[in-house]
């Protein structure tokens, strides 16, 4: 590997090893802007000596020599190894403006379509590309209010399978829906699963709604959703 190469390796393991939250957090604990870490760490700016030894003087296990002298191993002690991380697949959190039902909707800001986070995907969801917390309830009790929803981004709409959850993106909002064909051309129908019904009228208070599939920026088929029970510490996983 190369002296940038070994300093992304170690960026990355100083998220994992819990120095930094993320990128941004990693950036201001160093004493750069996140402007001008993302600059060096891809490559717009020369590597500097400084840079250098104030990433590698972040943990006194940073073993210096493997990126100054491209020698020995990344940490003095080789009980923490990058290597046994290197198994781990990061994909962006989002914790923004994530719905399970359009009551709840607001509208979203540039800083909402970036992630807060890159976090571990885990074993159950390898295939994951992304991962984002509900909010709302019209998608309980599939989806709960406060779990983490992990996706799958869809490329091509035309492969849209209906009766299946998606999270879907305008320039507006984030919802979770339940995809079924509209009547309407070029549209999808987004269905809520929760059935509730207004006592007075008998309508259902989640009704559902059309989406033109043009107006979608973004498409993301979810492939399960990770919650906590708050009266415990056990992690319910759901795979669909």
């Known amino acids: ?22 990128d941004a957090d990693l950036a201001k604990k160093l004493g750069y802007s996140k402007s001008s870490f993302s600059q060096i760490i891809n490559e717009k700016v020369p590597l500097s ?37 290197e198994d781990k697949k990061l994909i962006p959190f989002y914790d923004g403006v994530v719905t399970a039902g359009m009551q709840e909707i607001a509208i979203m800001d540039a800083t909402q379509h970036q992630p ?30 406060g779990s983490i929803a992990a996706l799958r981004e869809v490329k091509n709409k035309r492969l849209v399978v209906y009766g299946q959850d998606y999270l879907i993106e305008t320039t507006e909002y984030r919802v979770i829906k339940r995809l079924q064909k509209s009547d309407i051309p070029q549209n999808w129908l987004a269905c809520s699963v929760n059935e ?18 043009d107006d979608v920026t973004r498409l ?15 992690i319910h996983t759901n795979r669909t």
């Open 49 to 85: 000596t400084k840079f250098i030894e104030t990433l590698c003087n972040a943990n006194e296990n940073i073993n210096k020599v493997w990126i100054t002298d491209l020698k020995g191993t990344m940490l003095k002690s080789t009980s923490n190894l990058l290597s046994n991380r």
């Open 196 to 213: 509730e019904k207004y006592e007075s009228s008998g309508r259902l208070i989640h009704e559902p709604f059309d989406v033109h599939i």
């Open 1 to 22: 590997m190369t002296k940038i190469e070994r300093v992304k390796k170690l960026s990355k393991w100083l998220i994992f090893d819990g120095f930094a939250d993320n």
């Open 116 to 145: 807060a986070e890159m976090i571990d995907a885990g074993d159950w969801f390898r295939d994951a590309t992304a991962a984002m917390r509900v909010h709302g309830d019209s998608m309980y009790p599939e989806y709960k209010s």
């Open 220 to 234: 993301y088929q979810v492939l399960g959703n990770v919650k906590r029970n708050q009266s415990t510490t056990v």
